[in-house]
């Protein structure tokens, strides 16, 4: 059975950095990408980020691009969300997903995880 797990959100100030963890088991991920998503509160969830299982290629929405960064570490299943630079408007749920790379919907989720960002 396939798990997706987030994990270091929080509070912080704008302007403060963290970083984000999704731990995958279940499978073998090789032909899988890694998404970030987030909802922010009374809107739609959508896409920040994905990477690549396979050879790291990473992907951002502009929205984003030049503050977060993904990663991933393929020794230990998990990959990472570092958000830096944060605004009150990151404030939302992050939730991590998988799909296969030649898929466009995401088949797995994780539960999601707090991060709100004060002013």
């Known amino acids: 059975q396939v798990q997706l797990v987030e994990s270091g959100g929080g509070l912080v100030q704008a302007g403060d950095s963290l970083r984000l963890s999704c731990g995958a088991s279940g499978r073998t991920f090789d032909n899988y990408a890694m998404g970030w998503f987030r909802q922010p509160p009374g809107n739609e969830r959508e896409f920040i980020a994905r990477i690549s299982w396979s050879d790291g290629r990473p992907y951002y929405a502009n929205s984003v691009k030049g503050r977060f960064t993904i990663s991933r570490d393929n020794a230990k299943n998990t990959v990472y969300l570092q958000m830096n630079s944060l605004k009150p408007e990151d404030t939302a749920v992050y939730y991590c997903?998988?799909?296969?790379?030649?898929?466009?919907?995401?088949?797995?989720w994780g539960q999601g995880t707090q991060v709100t960002v004060s002013a």
């Open positions: 997903a998988a799909r296969k790379i030649w898929n466009t919907e995401y088949t797995y």
